[in-house]
């Protein structure tokens, strides 16, 4: 009995640690993603007025607007493609990539076709906080 006490308090203590050690997807980690990538061009609070914002062309969308200019309906996918570096052929954007820098644990998501994909957690939890943006 007190060796299945110990394994059960060893393989708790175990998950624990792992789970503390794991690289934050939630809003916090989401939240401090935005302010460490997308602030700077696209302000605090999303709407494209960050302090590299000034004199810059095309100037920074306010991404706040961008369920209502898609006629009420988020694009997940095509906002974590433009976030990941996919600007659908401008070659001239100056959105800078953000794949490598929200590598790590990845989760399934579904980009709207169907199929599931492998996709980097902080990818998705960057999306999801610009959809909590929303006005």
């Not at 708790?12 to 050690?21: R, T």
């Not at 991404?63 to 898609?70: F, K, S």
């Not at 169907?114 to 906080?129: C, E, K, M, S």
Request: with cysteine.
């Amino acid at each position: 009995m007190r060796a299945l006490v110990l394994t059960l308090g060893a393989g708790l203590g175990l998950a624990a640690l792992v789970a503390a050690c794991a690289p934050e997807a939630g809003p916090g980690g989401a939240r401090a993603d935005f302010a460490a990538y997308c602030a700077a061009c696209h302000g605090n609070d999303g709407r494209g007025g960050g302090p590299l914002a000034e004199g810059m062309e095309p100037v920074p969308a306010d991404v706040t607007l961008i369920t209502r200019r898609n006629g009420g309906v988020f694009p997940k996918a095509q906002v974590m493609g433009h976030i990941a570096g996919y600007t659908m052929g401008r070659s001239e954007s100056p959105m800078p990539q953000f794949s490598d820098l929200l590598e790590g644990p990845q989760v399934m998501f579904d980009d709207g076709s169907g199929q599931t994909v492998p996709t980097p957690a902080r990818l998705v939890a960057l999306a999801d906080y610009v959809q909590s943006l929303q006005r």
